[in-house]
């Protein structure tokens, strides 16, 4: 064997501390990086630096901005990364003008808020003006001096136990139908309490209850195209559906509605 091949053990030794000395530098520089990497977490969670700086409140209309942060107790001494964000959402949606709410974080300090107003199903009338009525029954302190036929007028509910009913009622109905009343009335009696009766656009007035009165009311346009446009009356949706014409002289002229299934109905007092 040439001696040229043989390297003695003194010799490598230096090259071999050199190689660990340099293992280990690394070694410690990254449990270092990963030291200060935590302390500067920690710092940045403790300091003002991890604090709220922006709220953002987007798809409210009728409910301000401060009004939906202050009840989400948020400030700008709130640490971004603590928040409860399921809790934030419970005491937003106290509001009962508010249907639901999300809370969501854009790094680095902001917290944006989305909600979701509660649909206006109608207005009442005040002496100068209109109040909406929400699709939960509550009325608006807010004022409309005129009004956009996106809902109709709601009159003689002095009762806000049956206005909440017809509310949620008229919420469930789909717009196209919504579009075309043009005013609800609240008419009770002994019997029934669930009365209402409604003059449409089209020249047509119905009688039913509140009780089921979206479900009755989807088949509003098949009742409507087996009847005469030029002859118009009272569309029955309560007990049985039948039409009775505003010329018709006794009651064996009333007109009953094919295609349209009879519910048959309990009087309700209450």
């Known amino acids: 064997m040439s001696k040229k091949n043989i390297v003695s053990i003194e010799d490598r030794i ?9 293992k280990a530098n690394r070694r ?8 200060f990497f935590l302390i500067s977490i920690i710092v940045y969670l ?3 630096l991890s604090h709220i700086k922006t709220i953002d409140v987007n798809g409210n209309t009728y409910v301000s901005d401060e009004e939906i942060i202050e ?3 948020l400030t700008t001494d709130t640490n971004i990364w603590t928040i409860n964000r399921s809790e ?3 005491l937003i949606n106290k509001n009962p003008i508010l249907e639901s709410a999300t809370v969501s974080r854009k790094l680095p300090w902001t917290i944006e808020i ?3 107003e509660q649909q206006i199903v109608g207005y009442i009338r005040n002496e100068t003006a209109y109040n909406p009525v929400l699709g939960n029954g509550e009325i608006l302190n807010v004022t409309n001096d005129t ?5 109709p007028l709601i009159y003689g509910f002095d009762d806000d136990t049956y206005l909440h009913r017809m509310a949620e009622e008229l919420k469930e109905l789909p717009s196209s139908i919504m579009k075309i009343i043009s005013e609800v009335h609240w008419v009770p009696s002994e019997e029934n309490k669930n ?6 656009n089209d020249g047509y007035i119905v009688k039913g209850t509140i009780r089921d009165f979206a479900e009755k009311m989807e088949v509003y346009p098949s009742i409507v195209a087996q009847l005469d446009p030029e002859e118009k009356g009272i569309i029955h949706i309560g007990i049985g559906i039948y039409f009775e014409s505003f010329n018709q002289e006794d009651e064996e002229d009333m007109t009953e509605i094919e295609g349209i299934p009879d519910d048959e109905e309990s009087m309700e007092v209450e």
């Open 195 to 200: 009365n209402v009766l409604l003059y449409m």
């Open 88 to 90: 934030i959402v419970q």
């Open 46 to 48: 403790q300091s003002p």
């Open 114 to 116: 989305q909600v979701t």
């Open 147 to 151: 009004l956009n036929g996106d809902a």
């Open 28 to 35: 410690l520089i990254f449990y270092l990086s990963i030291f």
């Open 71 to 73: 009840s989400s107790n």
């Open 14 to 22: 230096p090259k071999l501390k050199q190689a660990r000395k340099k």
